[in-house]
């Protein structure tokens, strides 16, 4: 029962990638979905999350308007497109679930989330 970020790569800056979670052994559609990030010497950060239905979507600051997350249940999977790349963008990405299945005040709290899988690198060149 793990997740699986895939889609990370090398860009420029003014970049898009598209990321994607996908599960396996396990449905997400029950399950808030947080998209965080961990850049080298930093902690783990909050950037995005999504709720069970799709209907509540939260941004940190440093990427709202920039960043849009989204799923599809019937794919099992959960999206993050990413544009306008910064440099500080930079980062090992990870998603995780939530099984409250809402996205809170709270959302950014790394520790709401479980089932962590291996992250995805996203460099961005300056």
């Known amino acids: 029962v793990q997740l699986q970020a895939s889609g990370g790569g090398l860009v420029q800056a003014g970049g898009s990638l598209r990321l994607s979670c996908a599960a396996s052994g396990f449905t997400l559609e029950a399950y808030a979905i947080g998209w965080f990030r961990q850049a080298p010497g930093k902690e783990r950060e909050g950037v995005s999350c999504?709720?069970?239905?799709?209907?509540?979507?939260l941004y940190s600051d440093s990427v709202k308007g920039r960043f849009t997350i989204s799923r599809d249940n019937a794919k099992n999977t959960v999206y993050l497109q990413m544009n306008s790349l910064k440099f500080e963008d930079t980062a090992v990405y990870y998603c995780?679930?939530?099984?409250?299945?809402?996205?809170?005040?709270?959302?950014?709290?790394?520790?709401?989330?479980?089932?962590w899988g291996q992250g995805t690198q996203v460099t961005v060149s300056s």
């Open positions: 995780g679930t939530d099984l409250r299945g809402r996205c809170t005040n709270l959302w950014w709290h790394r520790s709401r989330y479980e089932n």
């Open positions: 999504v709720s069970f239905s799709g209907d509540r979507l």
